[in-house]
């Protein structure tokens, strides 16, 4: 099994900024892709932006050039992702689900699956 953690929302004024994180931690053998979604009042999730292990990060059309992915690459904590946001807008109010894609290992048994974080609520607003 894998647990993520995030952490970083709130309320900002448009224009703001905030960093969310996602830290995945269980016996992990590879984790294969990291992501965010966000779901608002009334609305179904739908994905913000994707880093898959070794590639391209790509974002949805309405965060391009405000939003920003990142993996972290140091040796303990490069299973955690980052969301840059970047000069907010009102209709980015949602909360947001890190997701990751990984591939665990017990008892010499290997599995693939989605795992869901618990959701941060970032709220936009003045």
């Known amino acids: 099994q894998v647990q993520l953690v995030e952490s970083g929302g709130g309320l900002v004024q448009p224009g703001g900024s905030l960093r969310l994180s996602c830290a995945a931690s269980g016996r992990i053998f590879s984790i294969n892709a990291m992501a965010w979604y966000r779901q608002a009042p009334g609305k179904q999730r739908e994905l913000v932006a994707v880093i898959p292990s070794g590639g391209i990060a790509n974002y949805a059309d309405p965060v391009k050039g405000r939003f920003t992915i990142s993996r972290d690459n140091a040796k303990n904590t490069e299973n955690t992702v980052y969301l840059q946001m970047n000069s907010l807008k009102p209709e980015d109010t949602a909360v947001y689900y890190c997701?990751?894609?990984?591939?665990?290992?017990?008892?010499?048994?290997?599995?693939?699956?989605?795992?869901w974080g618990q959701g941060t609520q970032v709220t936009v607003s003045s």
């Open positions: 997701n990751v894609r990984a591939t665990t290992e017990s008892e010499s048994r290997f599995s693939t699956s989605n795992y």
